[in-house]
């Protein structure tokens, strides 16, 4: 059983505890002591600039990303302008584009001549069998015929993109009233970290700030942070970031500012002001910039106050090494020294408010004095509620990671504030636009589709990226073009952080669509755990129009319950993990979630907004990038041979739907074929002989249609997905190094896996380090060994070794002109391969690849090295070295090679 350290004292404020809650308290009291008697409310400032909101007045120049977009619904438009209002009908809170036809048609033309083309290809290799290499020819017929069905199922999911935008003004005016309250749902924020190390603090706790700072009603949302290390440090981070809140909230709002993450907004130069206060405006920024460093060094500080403040208590029962909170008591988590009961995995849950729930009247802020240079007098100084949670851990017992964290979130956040909207974040992620919160409510209160919609996922966007992107962290084309094309079906995937939910549909409900009658939470305690209160939370929940958070004062008994939830039993033969909240027992549990979703006839929605709802930061060294990719495609595949198999869900998942999920899960399968393919080149460099199916005109215009038809269908996805070439490429790049480096991995751990073993390990991404250093992409040149380099490591040598050996071939002579066309279409081939996998390359020379050229001339001296071997080792063979260079005069034309 896990006690809770706030649970162990008198009344309201625990022992152990008591120190953060006062201290909370006196935050608030601070921020209301201006309090005059007359209502400012909240301060509104202009319109946002949102090039996407339907109702900008200002003509501007035309984003990429909305250049081929035309609005497709019209028609309901008018028709809800008609009835509008009148029946109380909600309104349209979002428009619906779709692409072109200009590019549309082209775009399905040219994927149905492609269609067409492979069959056709495929029917001629069929007729045509490589009698000199049957081996050869029926392993690439096997994987010709694969690569032809993911590529089919890939490009089916993109047939129709669709694209939404959020109607923020409208919102503003049908929800926020003129008295400056608002009828907006409550929406409970979920954020996760585990490590204050391996996942910088400054980060997390800048992703707090946003949270905090966000333009969403202050007493309609709540922030629950989630430490899975139990960490003292996260603790006492949280507090100082409470602290600093009371000073940055109110300044972000004064001021307009954005992105309202500290560490964003003082990095990004200059801005256009939007604020109300521009006189205040340069001294209030210098002031904050300020408090802003030394709340930095208050946290780093914390990693050397910390351990020191454990040995300094002199009253520490004989020589107990505990670690200390700064009130004196022993803080319940991990210990800096591990000890039983406070040790990683081995702790007690902690549930703690560390900012009450503010009250629904404003509290204007003080007047700036001597102690405080910053006028709040005319802003709204309320926080939101900001509560930290860690759950229990006991060893033996599978905490299921990010899922397990997510559902004990649910669960506390359920007996709180029990908001019927979530949006959760990775501890790497940050409000970049702080109307995010609005814009997903839009697509959850809409009429046409709002009830039906279970999560509404926002792109995922990254700061640190080198400018070239050179390990694809953007992800362009799955967040612009993939994506676009699932919305236009029942929604996009869920990929793990910056998504809105339905907490109902998180329960395992059904969709109003599907939904008989009423719900009844039949036999609940089997499906969600004995907590009665939880189970009284539930209906609740599903009421969207819950615009009222009053959480529960925090006596015995709620505290008793929040125990309760958050103990490692307490799911224990329930659906938790199932049927309900996050999927368990598989390394991504974002995609099953989002799946499990779709299965049940929910549909999703996807928000691009301008700038970007959310960022964060990617793993921008080659060997974290693989072993995050390696976990997608484990997972990926794991879902695969689950229950959760694309293939096994019922009709309620649309067709269209699962073949984009059959994709999304059976990918990493490629790789085997691809792979063979890729060290093809070893015949190549042995026999001096090239595989080409026969006769060669007609397989190379084959081939020269369908690379062509790739290229023009990739041509016109750039265009409607307003991404740029290299995006494309660096796509088509990353592909080709996945699939050698980390998706045979990734096989090969479902093939154990399958056989009962225990499968490869994932592990935590291990994100950027916060660095002091001028140079910005230093991770980006490290080098960090690790085996899944190898595979993609040997098919650059063979590949390199193939094209030295062609040239030595060459040197030494004595080829037909037959042998000539295989050579020339081999090194083609080897040369596509070293083009597809530069990056990797580069990502292996480390520092050096600043200078790319530098690769380069190691690839060539490679080359003339392993030509000279060549010739050597043909000399060894044949006694003497004939060196002439062959005209193409003698050799002789085959019939067979008409069409
Ligand atoms: O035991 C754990 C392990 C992880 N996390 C948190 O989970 C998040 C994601 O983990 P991370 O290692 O950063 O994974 P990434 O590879 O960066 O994340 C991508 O892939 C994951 C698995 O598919 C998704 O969950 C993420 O949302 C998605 O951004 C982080 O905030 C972690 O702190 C926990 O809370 N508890
Ligand atoms: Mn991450």
Known sequence: MGSLAAGNGAAGHASNGGGVADHALALEINGAGAGNGHKMGVVERAAPVLQANGGGKIKKKVSPMDKYWVAADDGEMEAATADGGEDGRRPLLFRNFKVKGILLHPYRLLSLIRLVAIIMFFVWRVRHPHADGMWLWWISMVGDLWFGVTWLLNQIAKLSPVKRVP?????????????????????????NTVD?????????????????????????????????????????????????????????????????????????????????????????????????????????????????????????????????????????????????????????????????????EPELGLPASTSNPLDFSAVDARLPMLVYISREKRPGCDHQKKAGAMNVQLRISALLTNAPFIINFDCDHYVNNSKAFRAGICFMLDRREGDNTAFVQFPQRFDDVDPTDRYCNHNRVFFDATLLG??????????????????????????????????????????????????????????????????????????????????????????????????????????????????????????????????????????????????????????????????????????????????????????????????????????????????????????????????????????????????????????????????????????????????????????????????????????????????????????????GASIGKAIVGGWSLMQMADAGLGLLFNAWILVLIYPFALGMIGRWSKKPYVLFIMFIIAFIVIAMLDIAIQAMRSGFVRFHFKSSGGASFPTSWGL
């Open 167 to 191: 109607d923020l003004a409208l919102l503003k005016q049908q929800f926020d009233l003129p008295d400056g309250n608002s009828n907006l749902p409550v929406i409970d924020v979920f954020i």
């Open 196 to 360: 204050p190390i391996n996942e910088p603090m400054i980060y997390t706790m800048n992703s707090i700030l946003s949270i905090l700072a966000v333009d969403y009603p202050v007493d309609k949302h709540a922030c629950y942070f989630s430490d899975d290390g139990g960490s003292i440090i996260h603790f006492d981070g949280l507090l100082e970031t409470a602290k600093f809140a009371a000073l940055w909230v109110p300044f972000c709002r004064k001021h307009s500012i954005e992105p309202r993450a500290p560490e964003s907004y003082f990095s990004v130069k200059a801005r256009p002001y939007t604020g109300n206060a521009p006189e205040d405006f340069a001294d209030d920024h210098t002031h904050i910039s300020r408090e802003y460093d030394e709340f930095k060094e208050r946290l780093d500080a914390l990693f050397t106050v910390v351990p020191k403040r454990g040995y300094n208590h002199a009253d520490s029962k004989e020589g107990a090494k505990a670690t200390w909170m700064a009130d004196g008591t022993q803080w319940p988590g991990t210990w800096i020294e591990p000890a039983e009961n406070h040790k990683k995995g081995q702790h007690d849950g902690i549930v703690q408010v560390m900012l009450k729930h503010p009250g629904h």
């Open 486 to 803: 699932l919305n236009g079906i029942q929604g996009p995937s869920f990929v793990g952080t910056g998504c809105m939910f339905r907490r109902f549909a998180l329960y395992g409900t059904d969709p109003p669509r599907w939904r008989s009658d009423d719900v009844k939470i039949v036999d609940s305690s089997k499906k969600f755990g004995s907590s009665l209160s939880f189970m009284s939370s539930i209906l609740p929940s599903a009421n969207q129009e819950h615009s009222i958070m009053s959480p529960p004062a925090l006596e015995e008994s709620v505290m008793a319950d929040l125990a309760d939830v958050m103990t490692c039993s307490y799911e224990d033969g329930t659906e938790w993990g199932k049927e309900v909240g996050w999927v368990y027992n598989i390394a991504t549990e974002d995609v099953v979630t989002g799946f499990r979703l779709h299965r049940n006839g929910w549909r999703s929605m996807y928000c691009r907004m301008e700038p970007d709802a959310f960022a964060g930061t990617a793993p921008i060294n080659l060997t974290e990038r693989l072993y995050q990719i390696l976990r997608w495609s484990g997972g990926s595949l794991e879902m695969f041979f689950s229950p959760y198999c694309p293939l096994l869900a019922g009709g309620r998942l649309h067709p269209m739907q699962r073949i984009a999920y059959a994709n999304m899960t059976a990918y990493p399968v490629s790789s085997i074929f691809l792979l063979f393919y890729l060290l093809f080149p070893v015949i190549w460099i042995f026999r001096g002989q090239f595989y080409i199916q026969k006769p060669f005109p007609t397989y190379v215009l084959y081939l020269v249609i369908v690379i062509v038809m790739t290229e023009l269908i990739g041509v016109i996805e750039i265009k409607w997905a307003g991404l740029t070439l290299l995006d494309w490429i660096r796509n088509e790049q990353f592909y080709i190094v996945g699939a050698t480096a980390v998706y045979p991995t990734a096989v090969l751990h479902m093939v154990l896996k399958l056989f009962g073993f225990k499968g490869v390990s994932f592990k935590l991404t291990a994100k950027q380090v916060a660095s002091s250093t001028s140079d910005k992409f230093a991770e980006l040149y490290a080098v960090q060994w690790a085996p899944l380099l190898i595979p993609t490591m040997v098919v650059i040598a063979v590949n390199v070794c193939a094209i």
